[in-house]
């Protein structure tokens, strides 16, 4: 029975060793050789393996310095300079149309004709009735010369006299009405034809010749546009023009109008005028600035992405968009110390434009930033700097 006993506390006790020796780190074989103290830790070169083992890679980018346009943004509605609706102002037939939809036209050039015939007719009516008074107003004057002429012989009587005055001074009259009438429809022969009025481009016409167009419809026959020079309506928040130092009133300042992608500049342009009332219900206010547009690519009705220059920062502190976080306290960035340990570094932007931030308060110049690999780093990781991250979405080849 002791025998057995012993036996069972010798095959726990190496059991023990063995759990102990296990969970330790310790090698199984050296305590079984019956060695008196543990090997010791690894240091040296080794560890040091380890630990660039351990550090996250990261791309890294320099803060620089550099001479930075700011610029104000808003969304702008391409406004034509001037737009004119051609509508009839006499009744008649549509003869012709002197023009094809999109034609480029100038100021003077005819563009609709209408039926001119009945007002030819009533202005030759009116010429002749002026010819008649003419006429009679002659006949009257010779006949009051010899009225008066009787007169200073007693020949003829005051009444007479007066009444042959009384025609001369109608029949002047008579000639009066007719003038005034011959101008009237001489004016309206002038509305037979329709000229445009401004330098401009013809839209889809919505009558077409040999209609009977009256002017009391008021219907619009085509629109005419200006396009050169041309208005662009801008909204921005009233807070940021107060920041960036514009008031109402303020011109001249340089506009930029880009495509809707943001890349493609289509024209320069400045402002001319800053409203005076700002929208209670969006807190915006607009701007109009006009364009040349010599190459013709802003169009009325069209949305663009303006940029207004409102200043130009000399030694502005600039990195690459991509590195700036956002975090719930704000924005910051990963700065990368000399001992090569990442930390977050809070920012203030000024503005992002493109692949570079401006950077209004928490940067120096001459840091460095992580601009790739950020997700992996905590504070205080040690990172390794490499030019590039592998991608590590792409396949991996099969060697099997």
Same mark, same amino acid.
């Given at each position: 029975?002791?025998?057995?006993?012993?036996?069972?506390?010798?095959?726990?006790?190496?059991?023990?060793?063995?759990?102990?020796?296990?969970?330790?780190?310790?090698?199984?074989?050296?305590? $079984?050789? %019956?060695?008196? &103290?543990?090997? #010791?830790?690894? /240091?040296?070169?080794?560890? +040091?393996?380890? *630990?660039?083992?351990?550090?996250?890679?990261?791309?890294?980018?320099?803060?620089?310095?550099?001479?930075?346009?700011?610029? $104000?943004? %808003?969304?702008? &509605?391409?406004? #034509?300079?001037? /737009?004119?609706?051609?509508? +009839?102002?006499? *009744?008649?037939?549509?003869?012709?149309?002197?023009?094809?939809?999109?034609?480029?036209?100038?100021?003077?050039?005819?563009?609709?004709?209408?039926?001119?015939?009945?007002?030819?007719?009533?202005?030759?009516?009116?010429? +002749?009735?002026?010819?008649?008074?003419?006429?009679?107003?002659?006949?009257?004057?010779?006949?009051?010369?010899?009225?008066?002429?009787?007169?200073?012989?007693?020949?003829?009587?005051?009444?007479?006299?007066?009444?042959?005055?009384?025609?001369?001074?109608?029949?002047?009259?008579?000639?009066?009405?007719?003038?005034?009438?011959?101008?009237?429809?001489?004016?309206?022969?002038?509305?037979?034809?329709?000229?445009?009025?401004?330098?401009?481009?013809?839209?889809?016409?919505?009558?077409?010749?040999?209609?009977?167009?009256?002017?009391?419809?008021?219907?619009?026959?085509?629109?005419?546009?200006?396009?050169?020079?041309?208005?662009?309506?801008?909204?921005?928040?009233?807070?940021?023009?107060?920041?960036?130092?514009?008031?109402?009133?303020?011109?001249?300042?340089?506009?930029?109008?880009?495509?809707?992608?943001?890349?493609?500049?289509?024209?320069?342009?400045?402002?001319?005028?800053?409203?005076?009332?700002?929208?209670?219900?969006?807190?915006?206010?607009?701007?109009?600035?006009?364009?040349?547009?010599?190459?013709?690519?802003?169009?009325?009705?069209?949305?663009?992405?303006?940029?207004?220059?409102?200043?130009?920062?000399?030694?502005?502190?600039?990195?690459?968009?991509?590195?700036?976080?956002?975090?719930?306290?704000?924005?910051?960035?990963?700065?990368?110390?000399?001992?090569?340990?990442?930390?977050?570094?809070?920012?203030?932007?000024?503005?992002?434009?493109?692949?570079?931030?401006?950077?209004?308060?928490?940067?120096?110049?001459?840091?460095?930033?992580?601009?790739?690999?950020?997700?992996?780093?905590?504070?205080?990781?040690?990172?390794?700097?490499?030019?590039?991250?592998?991608?590590?979405?792409?396949?991996?080849?099969?060697?099997?």
């Amino acid at each position: 029975m002791r025998v057995k006993h012993f036996l069972f506390l010798a095959a726990l006790a190496l059991v023990s060793a063995g759990v102990y020796a296990w969970y330790s780190g310790y090698p199984i074989r050296a305590m $079984l050789a %019956g060695a008196a &103290t543990p090997p #010791a830790p690894v /240091t040296g070169p080794a560890n +040091a393996a380890d *630990d660039r083992a351990d550090a996250v890679q990261v791309v890294v980018a320099p803060v620089t310095k550099a001479d930075v346009p700011i610029y $104000l943004s %808003g969304i702008g &509605t391409v406004l #034509a300079y001037n /737009t004119i609706d051609n509508k +009839a102002q006499v *009744d008649g037939v549509i003869l012709s149309m002197n023009f094809k939809e999109g034609d480029d036209v100038k100021i003077g050039d005819p563009l609709i004709i209408i039926d001119p015939a009945p007002y030819q007719a009533k202005v030759a009516q009116w010429q +002749a009735t002026k010819q008649k008074a003419q006429a009679q107003l002659e006949n009257a004057k010779i006949n009051l010369w010899r009225v008066q002429q009787l007169l200073a012989h007693d020949f003829a009587t005051q009444k007479t006299t007066d009444s042959e005055a009384a025609l001369v001074s109608e029949y002047t009259a008579d000639i009066a009405e007719d003038d005034a009438q011959i101008q009237f429809y001489q004016t309206e022969l002038g509305f037979t034809t329709i000229r445009s009025p401004i330098n401009g481009r013809t839209g889809i016409r919505h009558v077409d010749p040999g209609n009977l167009i009256r002017a009391a419809d008021n219907t619009n026959i085509v629109t005419v546009v200006q396009m050169q020079p041309i208005y662009i309506i801008i909204t921005v928040a009233a807070r940021s023009l107060a920041q960036a130092g514009s008031s109402p009133g303020l011109s001249d300042l340089p506009v930029f109008a880009y495509a809707q992608d943001g890349v493609q500049l289509l024209d320069r342009g400045k402002v001319e005028t800053v409203n005076n009332v700002v929208d209670p219900s969006t807190g915006t206010i607009t701007l109009k600035a006009s364009f040349p547009n010599e190459r013709s690519r802003l169009w009325p009705g069209d949305f663009v992405d303006c940029r207004i220059l409102v200043e130009r920062r000399h030694d502005g502190i600039t990195v690459p968009s991509a590195a700036v976080q956002h975090g719930p306290k704000g924005d910051f960035v990963w700065a990368i110390g000399p001992d090569l340990t990442a930390r977050p570094q809070p920012v203030r932007v000024r503005q992002t434009l493109g692949d570079t931030a401006l950077i209004d308060r928490g940067l120096d110049g001459g840091e460095k930033v992580v601009i790739d690999g950020e997700f992996h780093l905590r504070p205080g990781s040690k990172v390794t700097v490499v030019p590039e991250l592998a991608d590590e979405d792409a396949e991996v080849p099969n060697t099997q």
